[in-house]
C-alpha cells in the first residue's frame, strides 16, 4: 500500500496540470479535518486524566512530606 502510495506520489510531484493541484488541496483538507476530529475527541479525555494524575501526584507529594 505504502509503495503505491508513494508512486501515485512522484508521479503527481512530475505532472504540471491543474488537476493536480486540486488533488493535494483536497488531500490536505481531508487530513487537516480527520486531525481536528481526533484532536477534539481525546482531548477532554486526556485532560480529565490529566487531573487524575496531578491530584494523584499531589498527594504523594503531600503523604511524603513535600506538601508542607
Do not use: C, P
Not at 22 to 47: C, F, N, P, R, Y
Amino acid at each position: 500500500m505504502f509503495k503505491r502510495f508513494a508512486h501515485w506520489v512522484k508521479n503527481n510531484n512530475q505532472d504540471d496540470g491543474g488537476a493536480v493541484t486540486i488533488d493535494w488541496v483536497v488531500i490536505t483538507s481531508a487530513v487537516l479535518g480527520i486531525s481536528l476530529t481526533v484532536i477534539l475527541t481525546i482531548s477532554d479525555g486526556a485532560q480529565i486524566y490529566a487531573t487524575f494524575v496531578s491530584e494523584d501526584l499531589e498527594e504523594i507529594a503531600y503523604e511524603v512530606g513535600y506538601g508542607d
